[in-house]
């Protein structure tokens, strides 16, 4: 038996423990601009949704501290038209403290994990910020964010090979 628990002690100190913790979030940027009161509502209208999602992710002067931005431009437009309901922009940023994660896995974690905690937070804005505009909350769908890291993988792939081929 003390060789299984000697094992496990190795197998502990070679593989170490992932930590993450939110230090802060914050709202860097949000602009809502409300078209439709603008212009004046006639009739009941159907909104079509737009929204994309950008992200960044920085490595902050402090030991195993990063910063991650989720960007989300939400537009909503009239269905069937082009009348413009809504524009909101969103720079949502959150400060982490991570350890543990190999260096060849830190990108995709900052840019896969860190945006699933923020995520909430970001819902809770948008939500609040259409219904203080006039609108119905926006709850916005569960974004996969390891489809989007992964879209963003191929794009930079496809870049760089088009740049090759012209080179």
Do not use: W
Not at 82 to 95: P, R
Not at 147 to 160: D, H, N, P
């Amino acid at each position: 038996m003390s060789d299984t628990s000697a094992q496990e002690g190795s197998q502990t100190q070679q593989a170490p423990q992932v930590q993450m913790r939110v230090l802060g979030q914050y709202i860097r940027d949000l602009s809502f601009e409300n078209v439709m009161a603008q212009k004046g509502a006639s009739g009941e209208v159907q909104p079509d949704i737009n929204v994309q999602v950008n992200l960044d992710a920085k490595k902050r002067p402090a030991d195993h501290q990063f910063e991650v931005m989720v960007k989300l431009n939400v537009s909503s437009k009239a269905k069937g038209m082009e009348d413009v309901l809504f524009l909101l922009e969103l720079e949502y940023v959150g400060v982490f403290h991570i350890e543990g994660v190999a260096d060849d896995q830190m990108h995709p974690f900052l840019l896969i994990e860190c945006p699933r905690m923020l995520f909430p937070f970001l819902r809770r804005i948008v939500s609040d910020v259409t219904r203080d505009g006039g609108y119905p909350p926006l709850n916005l769908d569960n974004i996969d964010f390891v489809s989007l890291y992964r879209a963003e993988l191929l794009r930079r792939q496809k870049e760089q090979a088009e740049q090759q081929a012209t080179v």
